[in-house]
């Protein structure tokens, strides 16, 4: 099983055969460190929650900072407001 980028995961297991990565994102970068591969998370320069797909929620209201339109007070609805 051929290793392209040398990260100790071989390319059929590896979900970024291209990219050195990290084992427990399958292969893949995560820049902000949320234990969520790049290739998977939504934010991936902010770190979030799994349940998120990696994006934070600041104001805990179930909708993500990145679709809240006011994400530092808790709201309702889809907007966060």
Same mark, same amino acid.
């Given at each position: 099983n051929r290793d392209a980028d040398g990260d100790g995961i071989g @390319?059929?297991?590896d979900s970024c055969p291209d990219v050195s990565g990290l084992a427990h994102c399958s292969g893949c970068l995560d820049a902000d460190n949320d234990s =969520?591969? #790049?290739h998977e998370d939504?934010? &991936?320069d902010q770190p979030g929650l799994q =349940? @998120?797909?990696g994006c &934070? #929620?600041?104001d805990q209201d179930g909708v993500m900072d990145n679709l809240d339109h006011c994400p530092a007070i808790a709201g309702s609805g889809p907007n966060g407001c």
């Open positions: @390319n059929l297991s =969520i591969g #790049d939504q934010c &991936p =349940i @998120n797909k &934070p #929620d600041t």
